[in-house]
């Protein structure tokens, strides 16, 4: 079955650096990944889409990559703020369908 | 409205009780998507609507879970005769066709239902 893992283990970033969070999915080739952000006590909020055809997507300080050879996306923050810190969710759609399945999730905490 | 609006936000129901939770979704969109997300988990699929068809409730752990949208805008999830293992915080998301893409999912905040 589709399975989209994530680190769920916390990651501690000192402010000012590039975080970076990995996203694998295996046993599907979705034609493209969200990247979502969700707060204690709130719904995910969608920050990013990147396509199959697309090498690099970028947004402000952030940038996503989707590599489908090794079936993998990368999130990145630069210059990280204390304000970043939140749970960073990855999502695909299955198939046609307008569903999408999530990833566990990536607890990020920037340390001032 | 301006955003997805879940009611009530916090459910407490004793154990075999009812519950049916509220979803209010953007004006116009006409996708409307249950998600359960347990702690330190991430959102899982329940159901799906699109106006008032459900198309897909794959997700719907038992026979105890109905899910419902009449009228093609809100969005009833029932949860009968509850179960421990059904404490969770229960999302609920629309979107448009087209904004599906290019904008994802609008989430309501949640109702984080406990069962004692």
């Known amino acids: 079955s589709q399975k989209i893992e994530q680190n769920s283990e916390a990651l501690n970033i000192q402010e000012g650096k590039t975080a970076t969070l990995t996203c694998n999915y295996t046993n599907y080739s979705p034609a493209y990944l969200q990247w979502y952000r969700q707060d204690p006590g709130r719904g995910p909020v969608f920050l990013l889409l990147i396509r199959e055809n697309e090498k690099e997507k970028r947004k402000e300080r952030l940038k996503v990559t989707f590599d489908t050879t090794l079936k993998q996306s990368l999130f990145h923050i630069t210059a990280s703020q204390p304000a970043d810190s939140a749970t960073y969710l990855c999502?695909?759609?299955?198939?046609?369908?307008?569903?999408?399945?999530f990833g566990k999730g990536t607890r990020l905490h920037i340390l001032p | 409205g301006a955003g997805v609006s879940q009611s009530p936000r916090y459910k407490v129901a004793k154990r075999g009780q009812d519950v049916a939770l509220r979803c209010d979704p953007i004006s116009g969109h006409v996708s409307l998507f249950w998600y359960q997300q347990a702690l330190g988990q991430g959102p899982e699929f329940l159901t799906y609507?699109?106006?008032?068809?459900?198309?897909?409730k794959s997700g719907l752990p038992s026979d105890r879970f109905f899910a419902e949208r009449p009228e093609g805008s809100v969005s009833t999830l029932k949860i009968q005769r509850t179960q421990q293992e059904d404490s969770a915080v229960y999302l609920c998301a629309s979107s448009s066709r087209t904004s599906q893409i290019l904008y994802g999912y609008t989430f309501g905040s949640g109702t984080r239902l406990t069962v004692v």
């Open positions: 999502a695909h759609p299955l198939g046609r369908d307008d569903k999408i399945i």
């Open positions: 609507f699109q106006n008032e068809a459900q198309l897909d």
